[in-house]
């Protein structure tokens, strides 16, 4: 979890279109969201955030391939500490466990 979410930002997620779908609506918890093709809309309070994503090529390291999917985030009207609140959310169920 990082300290500061940005109103814009991109991350390089290691996941594919179908895992990204099905952690989508836990990770959004219960704020009303809308998918339209390779877009999503999170409305949040007031504002709301704008999700878009492409699928990437993977990730070679050594004989291992790692799916990628390069998602931007826009936040509209949405206060910092509540993108902090949402994301410290969004990040718990989104992140891969490894070790």
């Given amino acids: 979890m990082q300290s500061f979410y940005p109103e ?4 390089d997620m290691a996941c594919t279109e179908a895992e990204w ?5 836990r990770a959004v918890g219960t704020h009303p969201y809308q998918v339209t093709g390779l877009q999503a809309q999170v409305s949040l309070g007031a504002g709301r955030l704008e999700l878009a994503w492409r699928v990437e090529p993977p990730r070679v390291i050594a004989l291992m391939r790692l799916p990628r999917l390069a998602v931007r985030f826009v936040f509209i009207g949405v206060p ?3 993108r902090h609140a949402f994301m ?3 990040d718990l169920y989104t992140q891969r466990g490894g070790g």
């Fill in 8 to 11: 814009t930002f991109e991350r």
């Fill in 80 to 82: 910092e500490a509540e």
């Fill in 21 to 25: 779908l099905a952690w989508l609506p």
């Fill in 88 to 90: 410290k959310r969004f």
